[in-house]
């Protein structure tokens, strides 16, 4: 079992920075892909951003490719997404989740989940 805990989220102006944190604990021997996803009011969830065990890879939706940013400290066993340039289409709960598939990269494999952190953009 692995266990994340998410934290970071919050209320911010469009156009403004958050940083969202996912810490690792449990059965995390095996490497794994993080993945970032969201849910907003009234729609199915969505990927949003992925990373590799060693991040050297990433991959991001159209959506937010050039404003998010994700990164990782193994050693740390936390993922971070950086959001910048935020809009109020970003509003929504965001989730990670870690994945040992080959399909990481496709927003597919994910098994773990985080509890989901309220990101809210106002306009």
């Known amino acids: 079992q692995v266990q994340l805990v998410q934290s970071g989220g919050g209320l911010v102006q469009a156009g403004g920075s958050l940083r969202l944190s996912c810490a690792a604990s449990?059965?995390?021997?095996?490497?794994?892909?993080m993945g970032w996803f969201r849910q907003a009011p009234g729609k199915e969830r969505e990927f949003v951003a992925a990373i590799s065990w060693s991040g050297d890879s990433t991959y991001y939706a159209d959506s937010v490719k050039g404003r998010f940013t994700s990164s990782r400290d193994n050693a740390k066993g936390t993922v971070w997404l950086q959001m910048n340039n935020l809009k109020p289409e970003d509003t929504a709960v965001y989730y990670c989740?870690?994945?040992?598939?080959?399909?990481?990269?496709?927003?597919?494999?994910?098994?773990?989940w985080g509890q989901g952190t309220q990101v809210t953009v106002s306009s």
């Open positions: 449990g059965h995390t021997f095996l490497p794994y892909a």
């Open positions: 989740a870690t994945s040992y598939s080959s399909t990481w990269s496709r927003g597919l494999g994910y098994d773990y």
